[in-house]
C-alpha cells in the first residue's frame, strides 16, 4: 500500500511539472532562438514582469511581445498576468512575488534570490532536519551494521537474503533510524530546484540583473566562453565543491553499499557541475546557498547529537 502511495505521489508531482507553466522561449519568425545582443542569453516569451533594459526590451518589441499588456516587475502580484495552471500558480508566480517584493526593498536581484533560498530552507528545516539526523544515526549503528555484513558475507540464498533485510530492520528500529524520513528532501529538491528555474527565465528583474560582476541570466559556458569572463570558473568551482560536500555530510547509507554509494556521489558532484555550466547564474547562485544551508545544518546537528550523547 504504501508503494502505491509513493508511486501516486511522484505521479501527481511529475504532472504538475509537465501539464502547465513551461517556460517558452522567444523565438523569431522564422523560429530562429531571440538573444541578448549584450549578454548572449536566450530571451523567455511568457515573460512575467517588464524588462528594463533598453536592448532587452527592443528584443521584445521587435519580436510581437505586447509589453503594455505585462505589469512591472515592482508592481508584480501572485494574480498577475490570470490563472495559468497549478505549477505556475502554486510554486512559480508565488516564488516570484517573494522574490520581486525583496528585491523593491534590498535593489539586487541576487540578495533577494539568495534570502528567498534561505527562507525556503528554513521554512523546510523540520524535514532537512530529519535527513541530517537519519545520517548521524546510521553513523551510530555502524558497528552493528558492520556485524551484520560480516555475518552473511558470501551467503547469497533467498533465506540468508530474508533473514539479513529481517535483522537489518531490527537494528533500524534499534536505533530509530527511517530511511524513507533520509529521502524527503531529496524528493522535494526536484520541484523546488524545477520553480526557481521558472522563476528566473520568466523575471526580468532576475535575469537582466549581475551580482559581483556576473550576470544573472547568462549561463556560464555563454559568460566564459563567449564573453571570456573567467570569474564564472569561480561560480562552477563553487557548485562542484558545495555539491560534493553537501552529499558527503548528508549519507544516510549502510555499509553494504558504502562503496557504490561514494561512486554515486562522485558521479552525480560531476554532473551537477557539468550541469552548472550550461544553467543560469542565478540558478547557481541557488543551489550554492542551498548546499551551504545544508552543510552548516548537518554540521549543527552533527554537535548537538555530540552533546546529547
Known sequence: MKKNNKKKLIIVLCSL???????????TEDKKVVKNPETGQSLTANILCKPTNKETIKAYEENGVDLAAIPKCSEFKITSGGYEG???????????????????????????????????????????????????????????????????????????????SQEMTMIYKKYNINPISGCLFSFLQLPLFIAFLEAI??????????????????TPSVGLFNNGHFVYVILIVLVGLTTYFSFNLNKTTATATKDLMANMTNVMTGMI?????????????????????????????????????
Open 201 to 218: 527565465n520568466r523575471v526580468p528583474s532576475l535575469f537582466e540583473g549581475t551580482f559581483l560582476t556576473l550576470q544573472l541570466g547568462t
Open 86 to 164: 497549478l505549477w505556475t500558480s502554486i510554486f512559480v508566480k508565488p516564488l516570484a512575488f517573494i522574490i520581486l517584493f525583496i528585491n523593491n526593498y534590498l535593489k539586487s536581484a541576487a540578495i533577494s534570490l539568495i534570502i528567498t533560498s534561505i527562507a525556503l530552507r528554513l521554512v523546510l528545516y523540520p524535514v532537512t532536519k530529519k535527513t541530517a539526523m537519519q545520517s548521524e544515526l546510521i553513523k551510530k549503528a555502524k558497528p552493528d551494521l558492520d556485524k551484520l555484513e560480516k555475518k552473511y558475507a558470501n551467503k547469497t540464498d533467498q533465506d540468508s537474503l530474508m533473514k539479513k
Open 17 to 27: 511539472v509537465l501539464i502547465t507553466g513551461c517556460t517558452t522561449t522567444l523565438k
Open 273 to 309: 557541475t557539468v550541469m552548472a555550466i550550461f544553467m543560469p547564474t542565478a540558478l547557481c547562485i541557488y543551489w550554492i546557498t542551498t548546499n551551504v544551508f545544508t552543510i552548516v545544518q548537518n554540521v549543527i546537528v552533527k554537535r548537538d547529537k555530540e552533546v546529547t550523547v
